[in-house]
Every structure is written in C-alpha cells, then in structure tokens.
C-alpha cells in the first residue's frame, strides 16, 4: 500500500469579503432606521392621559405690506396705530407671518417689524419667494 501524501494550503490570509456584506448591510439598517427616526415617520400610539390639558390650536396672523404702502391684518386694510391695537390683543405666542411685497418701501417694513418688537412677539416668520 502507498501511502498519501496529503497536501494542506497553507493558511496565510482572511476572507473578509462576508464581514464587509455583514458590515453593509448593517449599515443600510442603521441609516433607515435613523432617518425615519428624525423625520417622524414611524407612527406610534401615544397614550391618553385624562388630567392632560389640550391645549388650543392658535391659528396664524398674516400682516401684508403692499407695494403702495397699505398694510393689511388678515385680509382687514388699517393703519399703523390699529395694527399695534389689533396686535396687542393677540398672543405673544401665536405665530404672526410677515408677507411685505418686494416694491413696498422698506420704512413699511421696518415700522411693522418695530411693532412686532415692541409688542415682543416670539413666533414671527417672513415670507418670501424661492
């Protein structure tokens, strides 16, 4: 009988080729999961509360300025005085947007944006064009 000789390959390098799959694909999870994280895209039942206060839903003012100078809250033409009075019974905490046309007079702009100031409105935006 002859004996075998049995040749072994040495073992000189690792296949990482399956650890970089399992290392992709593991990324892949962790960036979806992420980005619905920051979204808010996972819907979730929140649990109700019998003591919680609802609170009010404030609808947003809108102040126009156009291009002749007239200012409008709502859809309501006053002057500067009775923006300020108008202004003064809303709260500080409702959102008021600024719409001011692009060929209004800046002073326009500015007295309205000093009332804002003066009246310390927290929730102002500024509309404009893309």
Do not use: W
């Not at 040495?10 to 990482?16: G, P, T």
């Not at 947003?60 to 019974?89: A, H, P, W």
């Not at 719409?99 to 009246?119: C, G, N, P, T, Y």
């Amino acid at each position: 009988m002859a004996k075998c000789k049995k040749h072994y390959k040495k073992f000189d390098e690792i296949n990482v080729i399956p650890f970089i799959d399992i290392m992709l694909v593991l990324l892949v999870m962790v960036l979806t999961t992420a980005t619905f994280i920051k979204q808010g895209i996972i819907p979730i039942d929140l649990p109700e509360a019998k003591s919680s206060k609802k609170s009010d839903d404030l609808k947003e003012t809108t102040i126009y300025v156009n291009s002749k100078g007239e200012i409008f809250l709502e859809k309501e033409k006053m002057d500067l005085k009775t923006l300020e009075e108008r202004l003064s019974q809303i709260s500080k905490t409702q959102t008021v947007v600024l719409r001011s046309d692009k060929e209004s007079k800046f002073q326009d702009f500015v007295s309205v944006m000093d009332i804002l100031k003066r009246l310390e409105h927290e929730q102002l935006y500024i509309v404009t064009k893309e």
